[in-house]
């Protein structure tokens, strides 16, 4: 049983194209997290979400919306996208501020 | 701000080698510290970590141990495997802070 599950695993899309990339975790943690890595493998926080509030958004541009349902689920909607959006994007869920984050797979997003 | 330092790559080892992988961390708290591993194609899976200072944390071989004094946390094993090839990340994490913040990333190949 997927821990922290995300859709799609891969993802190619043409400039300009709104979309979304799933995530659900089955671990009943409070927090969920997006990070973005870039191809250097560096990671960046881009959102979290504590019970459904936003805690953090790191200068994110306003075309990347997460939209959590629920505290099991946190979704990634991109509008317009562009090339420097290619990039693997993980979610991920901790049970507290501070503790082990886990994080799933990742989704490979190449933008054309 | 927090932050995290770790050797830059990347590291090549033969098999049975003996592997060390430095971090440094800064903080204005008492944070926990962690290693994560990430595997081609997966997302990052936690390896090791320790909440304060002195602790050691230890799995499949590698250890680590907190010191506060060298603000370091740096990754050992006594004998790597061709299997151990990866992406390391340090990482730090203040209780009650959403924002885990990770180390660039050190990749490592064994080669047999």
């Known amino acids: 049983d997927t821990a922290v599950s995300q859709t799609p695993k891969y993802l190619v899309t043409q400039m300009g194209n709104d979309k979304s990339i799933k995530c659900e975790q089955n671990?009943?943690?409070?927090?969920m997290y997006w990070y973005k890595q870039d191809s250097k493998k560096f990671l960046k926080i881009m959102f979290s979400?504590?019970?459904?509030?936003?805690?953090i958004n790191e200068t994110v541009p306003n075309r990347f919306s997460p939209k959590s349902p629920d505290k099991a689920h946190l979704n990634l909607h991109i509008n317009s996208l562009e090339l420097g959006d290619s990039a693997v994007y993980f979610c991920?869920?901790?049970?507290?501020?501070?503790?082990?984050?886990?994080f799933g797979e990742g989704s490979w997003l190449t933008v054309v | 701000g927090n932050s995290v330092t770790q050797m830059e790559g990347p590291v090549t080892l033969s098999e049975e080698a003996f592997l060390t992988i430095n971090c440094t961390y800064t903080a204005t708290g008492y944070p926990s510290l962690f290693w994560y591993v990430q595997y081609p194609g997966e997302g990052l899976q936690l390896l090791l970590k320790?909440?304060?200072?002195?602790d050691k944390g230890s799995n499949k071989g590698f250890e680590a141990t907190y010191r506060k004094e060298t603000t370091s946390f740096h990754l050992e094993k006594g004998s790597v495997q061709v299997s151990d090839s990866a992406v390391y990340f340090c990482?730090?994490?203040?209780?009650?802070?959403?924002?885990?913040?990770f180390g660039a990333g050190t990749r490592l190949t064994v080669k047999p």
């Open positions: 979400y504590n019970n459904k509030e936003l805690i």
């Open positions: 320790a909440t304060k200072a002195d």
């Open positions: 671990l009943g943690h409070d927090t």
């Open positions: 990482a730090l994490s203040d209780r009650g802070n959403n924002d885990m913040r």
């Open positions: 991920a869920s901790s049970q507290a501020a501070g503790d082990t984050i886990y």
